[in-house]
């Protein structure tokens, strides 16, 4: 066999067992204090969709919040975070709750659900799938070192 059969019978390999490209969000720490993350996006059934709330550990924790078959629009994400003196909002409102929560009607908070509206920040992505890094220092000024 030649290097040119060689070549092309490990290209063929190589897109016949590379795992299929999956369409997440994803949002890690890279912070020296833990943070709490709670995202939203587009439902397959109509309106958003909000769920939270995933500890991330300090410098580096990672965590996969949205899957691709949980939306019908994967080039728009959302999401709030908060820790260590920080929080990270934005300008589209979603609703939350105190302790763990999945909201199917996310752009409204019912009395009865103990809710609260958040600032989430709109993360749109070309690919449909998007990892989104949280920075900052702590308020002593610790950083984490890659």
Known sequence: MNALHLSIM???ACCVFAPFAKADFTVCNRTPDQVTVAAAWVSPSGGFTSEGWWKLRACGGCERVVLRSETSDPHNY???????GRE???DSSFCTS???FKIGDAKRCIFGRRGEMKGFVHVTSGSGNHTQSLTGRSS???VCID
């Open 140 to 142: 002593s000024g610790r």
């Open 98 to 100: 105190q302790g763990a």
């Open 78 to 84: 959302f999401f709030y975070a908060h820790g260590g």
């Open 10 to 12: 490990f290209a063929v």
């Open 88 to 90: 990270w909002r934005g």
